[in-house]
């Protein structure tokens, strides 16, 4: 089954930049839509619910949450099946373990794939 692998997390101070990739296991997997979450900390992994939209996109459409707008922007690579997240000005309230989501949709269901995450840490 398609995995998929999210990298690029770290400790980076106020101000800063980094780039989260999320790479799918079987390149020739196609997704419908991808998106980037995070779970701010102390929630616990399996805590759907509190894993909030940060962006995605979908057939050449992207969205942002409104805390993120101008400062984070997401991209996909159709040829290598990975989506990026390009993060800068990054705040302390941006630390996070974010993790890639993938949706495939069929006639009659929608299949969710999850990464397993990558810490985030802004801190000075």
């Known amino acids: 089954q398609v995995q998929l692998v999210e990298s690029g997390g770290g400790l980076v101070q106020p101000g800063g930049s980094l780039r989260l990739s999320c790479a799918a296991s079987?390149?020739?997997?196609?997704?419908?839509?991808m998106g980037w979450y995070r779970q701010a900390p102390g929630k616990q992994r399996e805590d759907l619910a509190s894993?909030?939209?940060?962006?995605?996109?979908?057939?050449?459409?992207?969205d942002y949450a409104d805390s993120v707008k101008g400062r984070f922007t997401i991209s996909r690579d159709n040829a290598k099946n990975t989506v990026y997240l390009q993060m800068h000005s990054l705040k302390p309230e941006d630390t996070a373990v974010y993790y890639c989501?993938?949706?495939?949709?069929?006639?009659?269901?929608?299949?969710?794939?999850w990464g397993q995450g990558t810490q985030v840490t802004v801190s000075s």
């Open positions: 079987e390149t020739t997997f196609s997704f419908n839509a």
């Open positions: 894993r909030e939209l940060v962006a995605s996109i979908s057939a050449g459409i992207t």
């Open positions: 989501r993938g949706v495939v949709v069929t006639f009659d269901h929608e299949y969710d794939y």
